[in-house]
Nanobody, 122 residues
Framework: VQLQASGGGLVQAGGSLRLTCAAS????????MGWFRQAPGERRSILAA????????VYADSVKGRFTISRDIAKNTVYLEMNNLGPEDTAVYYC????????????????WGQGTQVTVSS
């Protein structure tokens, strides 16, 4: 399984970005795809996840109402639309996949992309 994250960059506070995770290497029907981030000195945390089979989504409280995860089955791609960004959202963002049971547990994701940097200026 290969995951390629892209779409990061520098944005002003209040701005928006859309991250893309292109997946390949297997069929993802039984998988969960997630977006995570890690700021310097902090642990990697989950932001949002989507179950590939039924489009069920979950979000961390910190991003509910601001971030939206979605998938395009035909393109084998997962997106993270991020709105109303603030400096606290500055981090490296990762996508990951796995046949997880606990969708919010970072440890259950088996495959990781390389990360894309998001920097929000105040």
């Amino acid at each position: 399984v290969q995951l390629q994250a892209s779409g990061g960059g520098l944005v002003q506070a209040g701005g928006s970005l859309r991250l893309t995770c292109a997946a390949s290497g297997r069929r993802f029907g039984a998988y969960v795809m997630g977006w995570f981030r890690q700021a310097p000195g902090e642990r990697r945390s989950i932001l949002a996840a989507i179950r590939w089979s039924n489009d069920h989504t979950v979000y961390a409280d910190s991003v509910k109402g601001r971030f939206t995860i979605s998938r395009d089955i035909a393109k084998n791609t997962v997106y993270l639309e991020m709105n109303n960004l603030g400096p606290e959202d500055t981090a490296v963002y990762y996508c990951a996949a796995g046949s997880v049971r606990n969708i919010m547990d970072v440890r259950e994701y088996d495959y990781w992309g390389q990360g894309t940097q998001v920097t929000v200026s105040s």
